[in-house]
């Protein structure tokens, strides 16, 4: 079946550096991709839209300068936690859209602490 | 604009017994529904699906669901729960098919299993 990696599932990193964080479609190509984050016993809140080969769209309060991403081909996309705080500290989660366009398949999820 | 409503934020249950989680949708059209589930600190893995057809979903791991139009419900349900049962579960309902993947998740219910 679909499935999709993300890497790292850790990460620790000092305030006011920045944070790789990979999706990769294993054995099916994704056009799109979906970047969510969840706070601390809450729910899923999608942050933005990953299109292969063009601008990612963000949802409504999302700080694209902030939260970039790169969808550079057919099985990654990356988010990049630029100039990070304590408060960007969440977990992150990835999904694609598999080949039937029926179902999408979550990665396995980013603990980002920023201290 | 679509909207998920999941009104118990923890269960606890007996192992054996059986279960019920909630879910209410707001959508305009015939929504795409969706429960979820995840293990702490782990993505999400898809339990069923519903876009059409028979109201009654059998998904993994024993579980189904119902789509109930006239009560704008979706509930989730399982015979006899096992402890590994034991998981927050999260319902969802997707857009149209312009928009695929850009789910509305519900708050979320923490199911605990006891012996």
């Known amino acids: 079946g679909a499935v999709v990696s993300q890497h790292p599932s850790r990460v620790i990193c000092k305030s006011g550096t920045s944070v790789k964080i990979e999706c990769r479609s294993l054995?099916?190509?994704?056009?799109?991709m979906f970047w969510y984050r969840q706070f601390p016993k809450k729910s899923l809140m999608l942050m933005a839209t990953?299109?292969?080969?063009?601008?990612?769209?963000?949802e409504q309060g999302v700080e694209k300068d902030k939260f970039l991403i790169n969808h550079a081909s057919l099985t990654l996309s990356t988010l990049t936690v630029t100039s990070a705080h304590p408060e960007d500290s969440s977990f992150y989660i990835c999904s694609a859209r598999d080949l039937g366009g029926y179902g999408y398949t979550f990665g396995s999820g980013t603990r980002l602490t920023v201290v | 604009a679509q909207s998920v409503t999941q009104p118990d934020i923890h269960i606890t249950v007996s192992e054996g017994a059986s279960l019920e989680l909630r879910c209410n949708y707001s959508y305009g059209a015939t929504p795409y529904l969706f429960w979820y589930v995840q293990s702490p600190g782990q993505g999400l893995q898809l339990l069923l699906k519903y876009f059409s057809g028979d109201t009654l979903v059998q998904g993994i791991k024993g579980f189904e669901a119902e789509f109930k139009r006239s009560q704008s419900s979706f509930n989730l349900r399982k015979p006899s729960v096992h402890w590994s049962d034991a998981a927050e579960y999260f319902c969802?309902?997707?857009?149209?098919?312009?928009?695929?993947?850009?789910?509305?998740f519900g708050a979320g219910t923490q199911v605990v299993v006891t012996p």
């Open positions: 990953s299109n292969e080969g063009s601008k990612a769209t963000y």
């Open positions: 969802a309902v997707g857009a149209s098919a312009d928009s695929w993947g850009k789910f509305q």
């Open positions: 054995d099916f190509q994704a056009t799109t």
